[in-house]
């Protein structure tokens, strides 16, 4: 008869069967007639026991001189067992040695970041790493099941682009054939075409910016999910980014406890997050920071990663505030009727001090306004003469956000810094491996 392969994550469905499991040795240790070896899979991690007298002797001698990180099958009895890891343990019958690796470089003991960043091939193996991208698989899917339950469409913009939609300092410039063009910086643009074609939509990909800065939350390229909705002003994205955490906070609270405990995570600043987020205007934002001695804000200004820090952290769930001053944001926010130097925009912070996750704005719907706020931020007007015929033909109120997926990641699994958050980080100074 043979024998059923099984994942360490759904080994509760084979309590006292015998299956077979594929995977990795993590670790090994040895007590006279036993073997104890920590076997991972990718889907989980649990403890297989050989005993001497219950497996092939070759296998029992060959298991003993096995480095970390070998390949190996291992068939046995799963056993529950409460004072196991996970609440299972393996009860090994027998095994193949698929591979015998020597000398793997990551030990169980500290690296160094710069270190582990080099080997970020073999990293991607270790729990922390395991954790983190299983927490950052469960913040897209949800992400995804969100707009799709609210009946967006998913529409993606393109990474080769002729337009500088968040300023022109931080662009990648590429040679493409005859001419040249800029990697993007955010899909918006092309997601507000798709908005007035089907209404309610989302782009979601990887967008890029020279970033000079080295800082925990830069990344020169990184995953932005950014709706576009047609009739929709600041107030009702201001709802849409609430809801839109809210869930994935709660799924991921669902789906990927494990990985949560595995980093240490404390759940109860997760399970806080809950609507209503509180919202505030720049103004007042400025007010608290004016009377803050820690932070060295002044008026006018955008605020820096201190200031965010310090805002973030007066309340248990995202803040959300409003209304900056035009002269410090992009040139397609509509400006304030009421007030013509301020803009109708939204910046969400994290709680935990973590900082800006979401940047958005109502849209400048008006061809003329829009034209002048193109000359003024210095834009060439014939790149964006594409983007200017949505205002020409049935323009009408629109708004959307930008989600960075890194951060929120980071915000929700409670990791300082955004490289740990995306498989292959690229940051000013690494772009190997
Ligand atoms: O605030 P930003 O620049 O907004 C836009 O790009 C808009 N066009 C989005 C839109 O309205 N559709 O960027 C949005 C978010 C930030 O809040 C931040 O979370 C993330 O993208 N982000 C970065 N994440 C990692 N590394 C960087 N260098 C980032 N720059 C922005
Ligand atoms: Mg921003």
């Known amino acids: 008869m043979s024998v059923p392969f099984a994942t360490i994550e759904h080994l509760a469905d084979h309590v006292d069967e015998t299956v077979t499991l594929r995977g990795w040795l993590y670790n090994k240790s040895s007590k006279g007639k036993l073997h104890f070896v920590q076997l991972r899979d990718g889907s989980g991690m649990v403890q297989c026991v050989l005993f001497k007298k219950n497996v092939p002797e070759s296998l029992f001698d060959e298991v003993g001189t096995l480095g970390q990180e070998s390949s190996l099958s291992l068939t046995?009895?799963?056993?529950?067992?409460?004072?196991?890891?996970?609440?299972?343990?393996?009860?090994?019958?027998?095994?193949?040695?698929?591979?015998?690796?020597?000398?793997?470089?990551?030990?169980?003991?500290?690296?160094?970041?710069?270190?582990?960043?080099?080997?970020?091939?073999?990293?991607?193996?270790?729990?922390?790493?395991?954790?983190?991208?299983?927490?950052?698989?469960?913040?897209?899917?949800?992400?995804?099941?969100?707009?799709?339950?609210?009946?967006?469409?998913?529409?993606?913009?393109?990474?080769?682009?002729?337009n500088a939609c968040e300023g022109t300092s931080t662009l990648f410039e590429v040679d493409y054939f005859d001419r040249s063009v800029f990697l993007t910086q955010s899909g918006q643009l092309y997601a507000e075409a798709s908005a007035m074609a089907h209404g309610k939509v989302y782009c979601f990909g990887p967008?890029?910016?020279?970033?000079?800065?080295?800082?925990?939350?830069?990344?020169?390229?990184?995953?932005?999910?950014?709706?576009?909705?047609?009739?929709?002003?600041?107030?009702?994205?201001?709802?849409?980014?609430?809801?839109?955490?809210?869930?994935?906070v709660k799924r991921v609270l669902e789906r990927r406890r494990t990985e949560l405990e595995v980093l240490e995570r404390d759940i109860s600043k997760l399970e806080a997050i809950q609507k209503p987020f509180p919202r505030i205007t720049?103004?007042?934002?400025?007010?608290?920071?004016?009377?803050?001695?820690?932070?060295?804000?002044?008026?006018?200004?955008?605020?820096?990663?201190?200031?965010?820090?310090?805002?973030?952290?007066?309340?248990?769930?995202?803040?959300?505030?409003?209304?900056?001053?035009?002269?410090?944001?992009?040139?397609?926010?509509?400006?304030?009727p009421e007030r013509e130097d301020r803009c109708l925009c939204v910046d969400v912070l994290g709680s935990e001090g973590v900082g800006e996750l979401i940047g958005g704005s109502q849209r400048e719907d008006d061809l003329d306004l829009l034209l002048e706020r193109i000359r003024k931020h210095d834009l060439p007007r014939e790149a964006f003469e594409w983007f200017l015929d949505l205002r020409r033909y049935g323009t009408v109120p629109h708004s959307g956000f930008g989600l960075g997926l890194e951060r929120c990641v980071g915000w929700i699994a409670g990791v300082e810094h955004v490289r740990e958050c995306i498989p292959f980080p690229r940051t000013i100074y690494r772009v190997d491996p």
Request: charged share 30%; net charge negative.
């Open 207 to 248: 967008t890029f910016r020279a970033e000079k800065s080295k800082t925990r939350r830069h990344l020169t390229e990184f995953w932005m999910l950014e709706p576009e909705v047609a009739f929709a002003d600041l107030r009702d994205i201001c709802d849409l980014a609430e809801d839109m955490l809210c869930h994935v």
């Open 282 to 336: 720049y103004d007042e934002a400025a007010q608290i920071l004016l009377e803050d001695p820690g932070s060295e804000f002044k008026p006018g200004d955008d605020f820096g990663a201190p200031d965010e820090t310090i805002l973030s952290n007066r309340h248990d769930r995202p803040l959300m505030v409003t209304h900056y001053p035009s002269e410090v944001k992009s040139f397609y926010m509509k400006r304030d």
């Open 76 to 162: 046995g009895k799963v056993v529950a067992d409460e004072r196991a890891p996970g609440g299972f343990e393996i009860q090994v019958e027998d095994g193949q040695v698929l591979q015998v690796a020597e000398d793997y470089p990551i030990t169980p003991k500290e690296h160094g970041a710069d270190f582990l960043l080099s080997k970020r091939h073999l990293w991607l193996r270790s729990r922390r790493p395991w954790a983190l991208l299983r927490i950052r698989d469960a913040v897209i899917f949800a992400l995804r099941e969100f707009f799709s339950e609210r009946d967006f469409v998913c529409v993606d913009s393109p990474m080769f682009t002729p």
